[in-house]
T-cell receptor, first 111, second 115 residues
Framework: RKEVEQDPGPFNVPEGATVAFNCTYSNSASQSFFWYRQDCRKEPKLLMSVYSSGNEDGRFTAQLNRASQYISLLIRDSKLSDSATYLC????????????FGTGTRLKVLA | NAGVTQTPKFRVLKTGQSMTLLCAQD?????MYWYRQDPGMGLRLIHY???????AKGEVPDGYNVSRLKKQNFLLGLESAAPSQTSVYFC??????????????FGPGTRLLVL
């Protein structure tokens, strides 16, 4: 089993739709959680960190469920510019700063 | 402020050739990382460094060596390239841990094709 798992998609949604992605992680001792965005043939960029209490940044909401070991990303009012691959990232080991990346979920927002 | 830069952007090698990929950052970051990205595999950590003069193995270190002689530079070497090393290589850096931030800043990537 992969340490971080995501549905690869693609998720094809119309503009204005709400879409949600989940990511599961296998190591219950995981420390930190993130969502990165990667455009085609570009480098990943941090979208948002995920905190235990959940956090929101404009149209994006991230949540962490430690009991079930998953994190989620909700995108409201999807824009064409949201089309990208969303990478789930987990730091598993306390005291080190090594990160495990999921394979990514591809989102296509359609006009 | 250039952020993280990578050299070269693209390279074609023949099996058995050697090369060095250069990563440079001007943000005074302590941590630096080398990843490779392959279709369906996500980014996998090759080697990383927690400061000048230090390096450590990641998830897929075999066939690669690294050096961090200067804080701003992290070099990735392939001593004898193999077709299995065809990939996109990303370098990343991260601020010191006492900043309480864990954002990784990535370079634009190096596309390597080994024939």
């Amino acid at each position: 089993r992969k340490e971080v798992e995501q549905d690869p998609g693609p998720f094809n949604v119309p503009e204005g739709a709400t879409v949600a992605f989940n990511c599961t992680y296998s190591n219950s001792a995981s420390q930190s959680f993130f969502w990165y965005r990667q455009d085609c043939r570009k480098e990943p960029k941090l979208l948002m960190s995920v905190y235990s209490s959940g956090n929101e940044d404009g149209r994006f909401t991230a949540q962490l469920n430690r009991a079930s070991q998953y994190i989620s990303l909700l995108i409201r009012d999807s824009k064409l510019s949201d089309s990208a691959t969303y990478l789930c990232v987990v730091r598993s080991t306390s005291g080190t700063y090594k990160y495990i990346f999921g394979t990514g979920t591809r989102l296509k927002v359609l006009a | 402020n250039a952020g993280v830069t990578q050299t070269p952007k693209f390279r074609v090698l023949k099996t058995g050739q050697s090369m060095t990929l250069l990563c440079a950052q001007d943000m005074n970051h302590e941590y630096m990382y080398w990843y490779r990205q392959d279709p369906g595999m996500g980014l996998r950590l090759i080697h990383y460094s927690v400061g000048e003069g230090t390096t450590a193995k990641g998830e897929v270190p075999d066939g690669y060596n690294v050096s961090r002689l200067k804080k701003q530079n992290f070099l990735l070497g392939l001593e004898s390239a193999a077709p299995s090393q065809t990939s996109v290589y990303f370098c990343a850096s991260k601020p010191p841990t006492n900043y309480n931030r864990e954002t990784q800043y990535f370079g634009p990537g190096t596309r390597l094709l080994v024939l």
